[in-house]
């Protein structure tokens, strides 16, 4: 089965640096996605990491190390629209398909 | 590219009424879409998969009579929710991908009231 761990809410302040942390077991293993959610809308895609180390884009970074089962999503210079869940969704070998966590309610205040 | 629509975005109906809910992916072709439901402040839980030309693989719990998936083309897929009661409200979100390890992209979502 699936098994996914990501702290259920963080608080951070605008202008600031955050990080999410994601813990997965899954059946293998291609890769994992993150996603942003705000309040009453679908995920929108943010990252997709296949390969060991850390992947860059504009103020969001996301970092994988598949011998811990570990991902993390680095939030830059926050705003106040950062304000969403993030979801963590690993990619489970053979069918494909990822799986959901309840993501991380992150709450970016003045 | 990869936009997937979903109509309607909304919707309200009486307790015993069906509800389709439609799936387009509007720049690219899919021959699976997925299937989602969310509870407020649940997780995303995968309900069906829908083939192109063939039937639906249902997850396990979820009822295939109760909830129709017919995925006529490569780019429509449509879900039935059939004799709907309050308790299946909820916010159903469709999604595509353009191959086996690319993100998943996701319609709009509709929110279902059944009263």
């Known amino acids: 089965g699936q098994n996914i761990d990501q702290p259920t809410e963080m608080t951070a302040t605008e202008g600031a640096i955050v990080q999410i942390n994601c813990t997965y077991q899954?059946?293998?293993?291609?890769?994992l996605f993150w996603y942003q959610q705000h309040a009453g809308e679908a995920p929108t895609f943010l990252s997709y990491?296949?390969?060991?180390g850390l992947e860059e884009k504009g103020r969001f970074s996301s970092f994988l190390s598949r011998s811990k089962g570990y991902s993390y999503l680095l939030l830059k210079e926050l705003q106040m629209k950062d304000s969403a869940s993030y979801l963590c969704?690993?990619?489970?070998?053979?069918?494909?398909?990822?799986?959901f966590g309840r993501g991380t309610s992150l709450i970016v205040h003045p | 590219g990869a936009v997937v629509s979903q109509h309607p975005s909304r919707v309200i109906c009486k307790s015993g009424t069906s509800v389709k809910i439609e799936c387009r992916s509007l720049?690219?072709?899919?021959?699976?879409m997925f299937w989602y439901r969310q509870f407020p402040k649940q997780s995303l839980m995968l309900m069906a998969t829908?083939?192109?030309?063939?039937?639906?693989?249902?997850e396990q719990g979820v009822e295939k009579d109760k909830f129709l998936i017919n995925h006529a083309s490569l780019t429509l897929s449509t879900l039935t929710v059939t004799s709907a009661h309050p308790e299946d409200s909820s916010f159903y979100i469709c999604?595509?991908?353009?191959?086996?390890?690319?993100?998943?992209?996701f319609g709009n979502g509709t929110r279902l009231t059944v009263t």
């Open positions: 999604s595509a991908r353009t191959g086996d390890g690319s993100p998943l992209h």
């Open positions: 899954t059946s293998g293993f291609n890769g």
């Open positions: 990491n296949v390969l060991d």
């Open positions: 969704a690993p990619l489970p070998g053979g069918s494909y398909i990822p799986t």
């Open positions: 720049d690219f072709q899919a021959t699976t």
């Open positions: 829908s083939n192109e030309g063939s039937k639906a693989t249902y």
